[in-house]
């Protein structure tokens, strides 16, 4: 068991690795490097950049090096928490990032916990009520929520609330709080902000959920061991939640993994259309200005997070479910 | 292909049949069935599937229109209107002086308010254009080969006949979601084309090979799970540079998007070949002296042919949100390219969508194509997976 643990976190250093370097590629994309665009940036606002900057700056980034040394200083760099400038802002990008990646983790945490909170419930619904009319319901709403992107979702929805009601659901906070520090009233003023990008990030996740669950949980219903349960006299309730429940929920638990890079993916498209202050906005800011430090950072940074979400659901799967829990010691 | 029938299924009851008498046919009816190979059986259970049919049909006709999106177009899709910016749908109406009249459309008048200067158009009942069938209008190609001028409808000038309402610059919404149609529906099937060749390579060698080959595949399939595939494309897009002529960008951003998708398909053509390898099929073949190639070929990939075209057909509309999504953003496919995302575009300020609600209507398309294709795809896996119980 501990040593599975001690592997798996290490696998995850060697995918963090992986995408360091797949996030440097990104910031070399472009044509040109970096340091030039950064000249030019200055000259154009009427700045001169002095060639004592320059030369500190190519060495900070190892710009006279070859490729692979130019992404060893950025690795190391980044290890010690400089993850580079932003040329756009002016600013280090790890103080940009900062409190909008806080932002994005709260989100995607959130709306993860919603995906379960609602679809959990429907999907034990739906199998034990097969073919009714609430089941049909949930199913044509399912394939619907799978269908629109999660911009069109927020687009629609911003759509219908300016229509109605006459006020746009932008932003996570109200004009006071913005640039406030943070305090009591921000965090109530976040959490009455949040339902709308809640349940747009939420969506096409829960929709995924309810079908798979429904599926498994019918499959376990009717297998024999519920038949003899329910033979014996067992009540109906303590039958669903004592055996097949618990065995219909595992392919869930180990589909958090998968669903948290999705989740990730929704919250910045949703971000932009609604305006959020997360990375979401500035990740296309930043790429389309091509500020490639800012964007390669950002890239870096919610796929980590994607991935440390992963290796929680995997150690949370071996502590559930003891099948996987005693093959994992056996390979041990 | 349909030479290669699997026994095993072949006598397998369809499902929700009564239980046929296993091995005795006793009627023509069951003599059939026996003698039916896998696929006719899979069409016969598919044609039970009433919303994959019914999708099915639409898609086709989705298809069929985009293709001769042309002939169905009104005006040329790059003609602006300055004098209709932002007008709302036409009504088609047929009744004209309490009288029912050929379908027809009422002239249009444009006002300005003196105080906010905002413009209004105000329906003038005395003009009467009937809508006429088969005229001749703007030049096109007719799918591409020849030139035309035949359309389907339209109305004499100087009458304003815009279905699905223009957009800021004038331009005819209708006949660009026509022309966008064939930009986001054929990227679906270039992507999953460029998926499906990946997928077969990668995940063939991984899963006939296996060892250290299998390993460094699957290592690559996980890393790139594991990553938010929307910061990635918008990363990736981005970088395609805005000079590059159409044909370029649009296999850019189509290779880009199949980045992702080729490690679901190569996930499971693995799968089948490491199930399928040990079959007695596959040694009978090799001690016939097949190669390892033509094993593959001719006896591996018929097994689980079905098992790709429907993880196919449910990878089209992930290729086609990834489109949207990407020109809806600005970084995918630009102007004067005409896709759904790029006519989205307009849609990004939610003050102009407010007032001119129409210009959300490509959205409505890719939500009802891609509810199509996931209706398919859900029947076409019922179909060729009878063993996987799925009480969808």
Same mark, same amino acid.
């Given at each position: 068991m501990a040593s599975y643990i001690v592997r798996r976190i290490l696998y995850m250093f060697v995918l963090l690795l992986i995408l360091s370097f797949?996030?440097?590629?990104?910031?070399?994309?472009?044509?040109?490097?970096?340091?030039?665009?950064?000249?030019i940036n200055m000259e154009n606002r009427g700045m001169t950049i002095d060639a004592e900057t320059i030369a500190d700056l190519k060495k900070r980034y190892g710009l006279d090096k070859p490729f692979m040394g130019q992404y060893l200083t950025w690795l190391f760099n980044l290890l010690q928490g400089d993850m580079g400038r932003s040329f756009q802002w002016d600013e280090e990008v790890t103080k940009l990032i900062g409190e909008r990646l806080i932002l994005t983790t709260t989100l995607a945490i959130s709306s993860l916990i919603l995906v379960y909170l609602i679809a959990v419930p429907i999907g034990i619904y739906s199998a034990t009520h097969q073919y009714s009319f609430a089941d049909y319901t949930f199913t044509v709403f399912g394939f619907i929520g799978l269908a629109t992107p999660n911009f069109l979702l927020a687009l629609i929805l911003m759509f219908l609330t300016v229509k109605l009601f006459g006020w746009s659901p932008g932003g996570l906070f109200s004009r006071e709080y913005i640039m406030a520090d943070w305090s009591l009233g921000k965090v109530v003023d976040?959490?009455?902000?949040?339902?709308?990008?809640?349940?747009?990030?939420?969506?096409?996740?829960?929709?995924?959920?309810?079908?798979?669950?429904?599926?498994?949980?019918l499959d376990e219903l009717a297998k024999q061991y519920v038949v003899t349960a329910r033979s014996k006299g067992v009540r109906e309730q303590r039958i669903l939640f004592k055996y097949p429940v618990r065995i219909a929920i595992n392919p869930i638990i180990s589909s958090i993994g998968g669903l948290l890079p999705f989740i990730v993916s929704?919250?910045?498209? +949703?971000?932009?259309?609604? *305006? !959020?202050?997360? $990375? #979401?906005? @500035?990740?296309?800011?930043? =790429?389309?200005?091509?500020?490639?430090?800012?964007?390669?950072?950002? +890239?870096?940074?919610?796929? *980590? !997070?994607?991935? $440390? #979400?992963? @290796?929680?659901?995997?150690? =949370?799967?071996?502590?559930?479910?003891?099948r996987i829990r005693f093959s994992a010691a056996a390979r041990a | 292909m349909s030479s290669h029938s699997r026994p095993q299924e072949a006598h397998l009851p369809p499902a929700g049949d009564q239980a046929i008498g296993v091995g005795v046919a006793e009627t023509a009816e069951e003599e059939r069935y026996f003698l039916a190979s896998s696929w006719t059986l899979m069409r016969r259970r598919f044609l039970k599937h009433k919303l994959a049919v019914a999708g099915t049909v639409i898609l086709l006709l989705i298809y069929v229109t985009a293709a001769f999106a042309g002939f169905f177009a009104l005006v040329d899709t790059h003609e602006r209107n300055t004098d209709y910016e932002f007008l709302p749908p036409t009504r088609v109406r047929f009744f004209h002086d309490g009288g029912l009249q050929r379908p027809f459309v009422y002239g249009l008048r444009q006002e300005v308010d003196q105080e906010t200067l905002a413009k209004t158009y105000v329906i003038d009942r005395t003009q009467v254009y009937p809508i006429r069938f088969f005229v001749q209008g703007h030049e096109y190609r007719f799918i591409g080969l020849f030139p035309s001028q035949l359309h389907l409808m339209g109305v004499d000038e100087p009458g304003a006949f815009f279905p699905l309402g223009t957009d800021r610059l004038g331009r005819d919404m209708y006949s660009r979601v026509l022309q966008g149609a064939r930009v986001s529906l054929s990227i679906g099937l270039v992507g999953v084309a460029i998926s499906f060749a990946l997928g077969c390579l990668l995940g063939g060698a991984s899963g006939f090979f296996g060892g250290a080959v299998d390993m460094i595949v699957q290592r690559i399939i996980e890393f790139l799970q594991s990553l938010p595939s929307i910061p990635l494309w918008m990363a990736l897009a981005a970088a395609v540079p805005t000079e590059w002529p159409v044909l370029r960008t649009y296999f850019m951003i189509t290779l880009i998007l199949s980045i992702v998708g080729w490690t679901e398909l190569a996930r499971v053509v693995r799968g089948k070949i490491l199930q399928l390898r040990v079959e007695d099929f596959v040694m009978a073949a090799s001690i016939a002296?097949?190669?390892?190639?033509?094993?593959?070929?001719?006896?591996?990939?018929?097994?689980?042919?079905?098992?790709?075209?429907?993880h196919m057909t449910?990878?089209?509309?992930?290729?086609?949100?990834?489109?949207?999504?990407?020109?809806?953003?600005?970084?995918?496919?630009r102007p004067p390219v005409i896709s759904w995302g790029v006519m989205l575009q307009q849609a990004q300020n939610i003050r102009t969508v407010a007032l001119n609600e129409w210009l959300l209507i490509p959205a409505l398309f890719v939500v009802f194509t891609v509810l199509c294709f996931n209706v398919v795809g859900d029947g076409l896996r019922d179909v060729a997976d009878p063993y996987a119980t799925r009480h969808m």
């Open positions: 797949v996030s440097f590629v990104i910031i070399q994309l472009p044509p040109g490097d970096f340091l030039s665009t950064l000249v976040l959490l009455k902000h949040l339902p709308v990008p809640l349940i747009v990030i939420s969506t096409a996740g829960t929709a995924a959920i309810i079908r798979v669950l429904r599926g498994s949980l929704g919250e910045v498209l +949703v971000s932009i259309v609604l *305006g !959020l202050p997360t $990375i #979401g906005p @500035l990740l296309i800011l930043a =790429l389309t200005d091509q500020d490639m430090f800012l964007a390669g950072s950002m +890239v870096m940074m919610l796929g *980590g !997070l994607a991935m $440390i #979400g992963t @290796l929680i659901s995997d150690l =949370l799967l071996v502590t559930i479910d003891p | 002296g097949a190669k390892e190639f033509t094993i593959i070929i001719r006896h591996l990939l018929p097994g689980f042919m079905s098992y790709l075209i429907v449910l990878a089209i509309p992930y290729m086609i949100l990834g489109e949207t999504t990407l020109s809806f953003l600005g970084i995918g496919l």
